[in-house]
Nanobody, 126 residues
């Protein structure tokens, strides 16, 4: 069992930056691929960025490439999302998720993630 707790959300101006952090409990965190999803009102939850268990492989949705960076520290059981050049359309609830089936790959399908955090709100003012 893995428990995930996100932090770092908030209100930021257009063009600003935020860093989200996800703290995981459990001994097997380093074996799991991790993802940051987001869900805006009335929209489907979507994968923003993902990272393999070792951190060697990353995935980014096209609309965040060059702006967001995902990283993990397996010694500290954390996975972070650095978000730069934020836009009003980045406003959403952001969720951290763990995929216990994959070590070397990243799934974009939210149904394949087994553990979820409670979410953290990100709001970007225009």
């Amino acid at each position: 069992q893995v428990q995930l707790v996100e932090s770092g959300g908030g209100l930021v101006q257009n063009g600003g930056s935020l860093r989200l952090s996800c703290a995981a409990s459990g001994r097997t965190f380093s074996n799991y691929a991790m993802g940051w999803f987001r869900q805006a009102p009335g929209k489907e939850r979507e994968l923003v960025a993902g990272i393999s268990a070792s951190g060697a492989i990353t995935y980014y949705a096209d609309y965040v490439k060059g702006r967001f960076t995902i990283s993990r520290d397996n010694a500290k059981n954390t996975v972070d999302l650095q978000m730069n050049s934020l836009k009003p359309e980045d406003k959403a609830v952001y969720y951290c998720a763990a995929d216990r089936r994959r070590t070397f790959a990243i799934s974009t399908n939210q149904r394949e993630y087994d553990y979820w955090g409670q979410g953290t709100q990100v709001t970007v003012s225009s």
